[in-house]
């Protein structure tokens, strides 16, 4: 909509707001006449009601929360209090002719719609300087946008606050993984039934990240640990005792880095190593040919004969 639709939208409330007010002054200052007040009184007396409904209004537009609730609910209270008292202008004639007088028959009617009239003045005082109150401390949160933020300088801009890391602040503290030994691994050979395969080919446990971790500077030195770093053999010495009654199935790579607490890398090396040494051990046993017991040839009946020659001859010699 237009500013100018806006303008003329806003000129025929006002007309139709003051026509209102027109129609309910007669009505409202004729009903102050019979409850008693003066001519001045009664005058004003339609400004304490229908100026209150005003400004309750203005309060319902400005105010948030609690208070445009109080605000609302004095607006639609006034509103009532008005339309009752204008319905009751209609309803007796006597009324216009001004002067004090009942507004009804009833006793019970006539006293409720005197202090009803009798207190919208009071309750005008005490709810307008409430509502003007609450109008006057209201301050509205700002609201900021996109072009505001981006003609603030940098120094208006709050600093942002430290990113969380998404991977682990320190690496494992054992060093970069050692060369393997330089004990060769024997070739693979056929391995027992039931047991799982060894070397390269094993897949990855779960301890492997399947993605690479980055590099996060240099650790440090109270996250450093106090343990001395071991070589190669030291901690291939340490494996082969921590591994020696273990079976195969078991010597995977997360146990021995449980036991002897390394890396995974080192682990790996390791897990190989013992698997190739103990293929080693194994194959002269199973490559061995069984011996079986050969019995004593029984010599014949010629061969007994030659003996007996042979017996004579050294005799006679």
Not at 95 to 105: I, S, V
Not at 283 to 296: G, I, N, Y
């Given at each position: 909509?237009?500013?100018r639709?806006k ?15 027109r129609?309910?002054?007669?009505a ?6 019979a ?6 009184a ?46 009751v202008?209609?309803?007796v ?46 301050r ?18 709050p ?44 897949k ?11 590099s ?23 494996a ?5 009654d ?9 146990r ?28 002269p ?32 010699s």
């Amino acid at each position: 909509m237009s500013r100018r639709a806006k303008f003329w939208m806003v000129a025929a409330l006002l007309a139709v707001v003051g026509m209102a007010f027109r129609v309910s002054w007669n009505a409202l200052k004729d009903v102050a006449s019979a409850i008693g007040a003066d001519p001045t009184a009664s005058t004003v007396y339609p400004l304490v009601v229908d100026g209150l409904m005003a400004l309750a209004l203005i309060a319902v537009l400005v105010l948030i929360g609690d208070d445009r609730r109080f605000a609302l609910r004095v607006l639609v209270g006034y509103t009532a209090a008005s339309l009752v008292l204008n319905y009751v202008h209609g309803l007796v004639p006597t009324l216009h002719t001004g002067g004090r007088m009942r507004l009804a028959d009833w006793a019970p009617a006539h006293w409720a719609l005197v202090l009803l009239a009798s207190s919208l003045p009071v309750g005008s005082i005490y709810f307008g300087s409430d509502l003007v109150a609450k109008v006057l401390h209201h301050r509205p949160e700002p609201v900021e946008n996109h072009q505001t933020t981006v003609n603030r300088s940098g120094s208006d801009l709050p600093e942002p606050g430290p990113a969380e890391p998404e991977w682990p602040l320190y690496e494992s503290a054992d060093p970069a993984p050692a060369p393997a030994p330089t004990t060769p691994p024997a070739e693979p050979t056929e391995a027992p039934a039931g047991a799982a395969p060894a070397g390269p080919s094993r897949k990855p446990t779960g301890a492997a990240s399947a993605r690479p971790r980055r590099s996060t500077g240099t650790v440090p030195a109270a996250a450093r640990t106090t343990r001395p770093t071991r070589t190669a053999e030291e901690l291939l010495t340490e494996a082969r005792s921590a591994t020696a009654d273990w079976p195969d199935t078991e010597l995977t790579a997360d146990r021995i880095r449980e036991a002897v607490r390394t890396s995974s890398a080192k682990a790996r090396v390791l897990r190989d190593t013992l698997h190739a040494e103990r293929t080693d051990q194994a194959a002269p046993e199973t490559e061995r040919p069984t011996l079986h017991a050969v019995p004593a040839p029984t010599p014949a009946t010629g061969d007994t004969t030659a003996e007996t020659v042979d017996s004579s001859e050294e005799k006679a010699s």
